[in-house]
C-alpha cells in the first residue's frame, strides 16, 4: 500500500516564478514573429513593379530576310521563332525610347544561347525597326537580328 503523501500532487513551490518567466518569454516570442512578420508583407509591397514596355514596340516582326519572326509581349518578354529552329528562343527584354536601346536577355533554360544578353540601338518607326548591333553574346540571335524588322501584327500572341 502506499502512503498518503505519495498520492498528493507534487509541490508547487518556486512554480510561480517558471510559470511568469515562461509567460514573458512566449510573449516575446510572438511580439518578434510579429514584428517579422510585419516587415515581410512591408517588403512585398515595396518590391518595384515590372515596367509595361513602350506599347509602340510591342507587337510581332518578320526580318527582312524571311529567317526570323519577334514577337515582344506588353509583359516584357521576347519569342525569336528561326526558320531553321524547332524551338523557339525565349527571353525577357527591356526598350528605352529615350536612349534608343533594346537589350535582350535569353531564358536560362532556353535551347539556344542560355542567358545570354545583347544589346542593340534601337530605330523604331511605325512598321519598321531596325536595330544596330551594340553587343550581343548570342550570334544565332545578332545574326537574326542583322536585317531590319517589319511589322506583321500587334502582337495579339504572348510570349510565356
Do not use: H
Not at 30 to 36: C, L, M
Not at 43 to 60: H, L, N, Q, W
Not at 80 to 101: C, I, N, Q
Request: hydrophobic share 40%; glycine share 8%.
Amino acid at each position: 500500500m502506499s502512503s498518503p503523501r505519495a498520492r498528493e500532487a507534487p509541490s508547487r513551490c518556486g512554480s510561480g516564478r517558471a510559470d511568469l518567466r515562461y509567460r514573458v518569454a512566449m510573449r516575446r516570442l510572438a511580439w518578434a514573429i510579429a514584428a517579422i512578420a510585419a516587415s515581410s508583407i512591408a517588403a512585398c509591397r515595396s518590391a518595384p513593379k515590372v515596367e509595361e514596355p513602350d506599347a509602340a514596340i510591342v507587337g510581332s516582326w518578320r526580318s527582312t530576310n524571311g529567317v526570323a519572326t519577334f514577337t515582344f509581349s506588353r509583359g516584357g518578354l521576347y519569342e525569336l521563332r528561326l526558320a531553321d529552329k524547332p524551338r523557339p528562343v525565349m527571353g525577357a527584354f527591356t526598350y528605352s525610347p529615350k536612349e534608343g536601346t533594346l537589350v535582350l536577355q535569353t531564358r536560362r533554360e532556353s535551347s539556344v544561347c542560355g542567358d545570354d544578353v545583347g544589346t542593340y540601338n534601337a530605330r523604331l518607326s511605325a512598321l519598321t525597326l531596325d536595330l544596330e548591333l551594340v553587343r550581343d553574346t548570342c550570334d544565332v540571335r545578332a545574326n537574326a537580328l542583322a536585317k531590319p524588322l517589319a511589322r506583321i501584327g500587334p502582337g495579339t500572341g504572348s510570349p510565356r
